[in-house]
């Protein structure tokens, strides 16, 4: 192996490492997919229209804030905020 081998796979594992700190911080909701009856009240209210409902399952984006809304509407109790 040479030093530029070495060199592009510390990028790749920097590249890795950052796209990893990226998911941690979208993930603001988590969406029970047991409980969740798809009734699409929760995408209904989110203010910043990251909600989506995608055949059987909510999709979240990286627009939402954590506000809360979606949990407090969902009448199964299948979001939880992550703060
Ligand atoms: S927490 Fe607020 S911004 Fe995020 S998905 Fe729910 S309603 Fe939308
Ligand atoms: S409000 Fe609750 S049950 Fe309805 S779609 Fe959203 S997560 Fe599912």
Redesign the pocket.
Known sequence: MSAKDIKIKTLLGYVKLYNLNLQVMFV??EVNRYKCGYCGA?VG????G??ELVETWIE?DET????????KICPVGAIM?IR
């Open positions: 603001s909701i929760c209210v989110c203010p910043a990251a909600l979240v939402c804030s954590s506000c809360g809304r979606c949990a905020v």
